[in-house]
């Protein structure tokens, strides 16, 4: 059944409080599954199925399994007829991706491939960045401004937080960007698909959640100097030990500035 048929025959009117907006261009899912690269062997997980458009790109792939969550009861009423379908290798799950254990309800390789609602996408992503490496890639679609800070670089205005957490885990590139017309209901913002992989060279000296801490600190107050923004973890005399510029703002510094940073921050723990 075409999909216009499915969002009528179900009353699949998008939902402002869920974030949805749905993407029925089957070319164009069809090339984000394309540029994903999931292949034989690899068990997909999709995050906000809808009405299926992704999903049936997705089915139409050679990957060996799809697993869909659906928060919206409605959405996963339509997409029942695809698990009868392809049966065995779909998996529907009625429930929030916020407390769904991925890593559970999928067998490695795995990879994540997305329209992800836009109220609740950067949180998707900050959740998933400690355990990238359980992952074979994410493929996610995602407001445009957020991709630019996800890829941003220092000393440019989208560098922030999201930028160097994301960049400490994962390797990204643009995929591709999407008109607001492919979408019903168009949206008010341009949205963009990125690849993350993992990182190969990311340090194993490094913890994640001491990095986070640093980093949110940092950025609390981009405006003022690291040795204010960081007073609570050691300010001067931890940016002196880790090399970097007490009166540097956190939009300046490297990846591998705050990676030393963490070292340090590290070391002094009894």
Same mark, same amino acid.
């Given at each position: 059944? %075409?999909?216009?048929?499915?969002?009528?025959?179900?009353?699949?009117?998008?939902?402002?409080g869920?974030?949805?907006?749905?993407l *029925? #261009?089957l070319?164009?899912t +069809?090339?984000? &599954?394309?540029?994903? +690269? $999931?292949?034989?062997?690899?068990h997909?997980?999709?995050? +906000? !199925?809808?009405?299926? +458009?992704?999903?049936?790109?997705?089915? !139409?792939s050679?990957?060996?399994?799809?697993?869909?969550?659906?928060?919206d009861?409605?959405?996963?009423?339509?997409?029942?007829?695809l &698990?009868?379908?392809?049966?065995?290798?779909?998996?529907?799950?009625?429930? #929030? !991706?916020? @407390?769904?254990? *991925?890593?559970?309800?999928?067998?490695?390789?795995?990879?994540?491939?997305?329209?992800?609602?836009y109220?609740?996408? =950067?949180? /998707?992503?900050?959740?998933?960045?400690?355990? /990238?490496?359980?992952f074979?890639?994410? @493929?996610?679609?995602?407001?445009?401004?957020?991709?630019?800070?996800?890829?941003?670089?220092?000393? =440019?205005?989208?560098?922030?937080? *999201?930028? &160097?957490?994301?960049?400490?885990? $994962?390797?990204?590139?643009r995929?591709m960007?999407?008109?607001?017309? $492919?979408?019903?209901?168009?949206?008010?913002?341009?949205? @963009?698909?990125?690849? /993350?992989?993992?990182?190969?060279d990311? %340090?194993?000296?490094? &913890?994640?959640?001491?990095?986070?801490?640093?980093?949110?600190?940092?950025? !609390?107050q981009?405006?003022?100097?690291?040795? =204010?923004?960081?007073?609570?973890?050691?300010?001067?005399? *931890?940016?002196?030990? $880790?090399?970097? #510029?007490?009166?540097?703002r956190?939009?300046?510094?490297?990846?591998?500035?705050?990676?030393?940073?963490?070292?340090?921050?590290?070391?002094?723990?009894?």
């Amino acid at each position: 059944m %075409p999909l216009r048929d499915v969002i009528a025959l179900h009353g699949l009117a998008a939902r402002k409080g869920l974030g949805q907006h749905f993407l *029925l #261009d089957l070319n164009l899912t +069809g090339r984000i &599954v394309k540029e994903a +690269g $999931a292949g034989q062997g690899v068990h997909v997980i999709e995050i +906000g !199925a809808g009405p299926g +458009g992704l999903t049936r790109s997705i089915l !139409a792939s050679p990957a060996s399994h799809l697993t869909a969550i659906e928060k919206d009861p409605r959405c996963v009423l339509a997409l029942e007829p695809l &698990v009868k379908v392809y049966k065995g290798r779909f998996t529907l799950i009625e429930g #929030d !991706a916020l @407390t769904a254990d *991925l890593i559970a309800l999928s067998a490695a390789p795995r990879a994540i491939i997305a329209n992800l609602p836009y109220n609740v996408g =950067t949180t /998707l992503l900050l959740s998933w960045l400690p355990v /990238l490496d359980q992952f074979q890639s994410l @493929t996610l679609m995602l407001q445009t401004e957020v991709v630019d800070r996800l890829l941003a670089k220092p000393d =440019t205005d989208a560098y922030c937080r *999201l930028s &160097v957490l994301t960049q400490f885990c $994962a390797e990204g590139r643009r995929v591709m960007k999407l008109p607001a017309r $492919a979408f019903t209901p168009p949206p008010k913002v341009e949205s @963009t698909v990125v690849h /993350l992989t993992p990182r190969k060279d990311r %340090p194993d000296d490094v &913890v994640f959640e001491t990095l986070q801490k640093i980093v949110t600190a940092a950025f !609390a107050q981009p405006r003022k100097m690291l040795r =204010t923004s960081l007073k609570a973890m050691g300010g001067e005399a *931890l940016l002196e030990q $880790a090399g970097v #510029d007490p009166s540097w703002r956190a939009g300046q510094l490297s990846l591998q500035a705050f990676e030393a940073l963490v070292r340090v921050q590290q070391k002094k723990r009894p």
